[in-house]
């Protein structure tokens, strides 16, 4: 999963809806969320912008909250240890009950 990628499309989702649904709600909801009418809207710039970097930092740490065995993998191929663990599942194993990563 790719962070921003994801909050781009989870904050392109109202303005896909009040096309579809042409409801008022998502229509204003398409209002504030849309960098472009921000100002003409009435709501203030921040509130886009904020929300876009919380998404993007949530989405960011699941996204690194599951990755033990990419980690794992990525280690062996670097080359790197953890000291007195093995390399391969034993790493991953680690990672994920040390919740260290």
């Not at 809806?17 to 203030?44: C, H, M, Y």
Request: glycine letters at 2%.
């Amino acid at each position: 999963m790719q962070p921003v990628l994801t909050t781009t499309y989870v904050l392109a989702l109202p303005a896909i809806l009040a096309s579809l649904v042409q409801s008022p709600f998502w229509e204003r909801a398409r209002d504030i969320l849309n960098p472009a009418t921000v100002a003409a809207s009435g709501s203030k710039p921040w509130l886009y912008y904020s929300l876009h970097a919380f998404l993007v930092f949530s989405f960011n740490l699941l996204d690194i909250a599951n990755l033990p065995k990419e980690i794992s993998n990525y280690m062996i191929k670097m080359g790197a240890r953890i000291p007195n663990i093995k390399p391969g599942r034993a790493t991953t194993e680690y990672l994920a009950k040390e919740d260290c990563y």
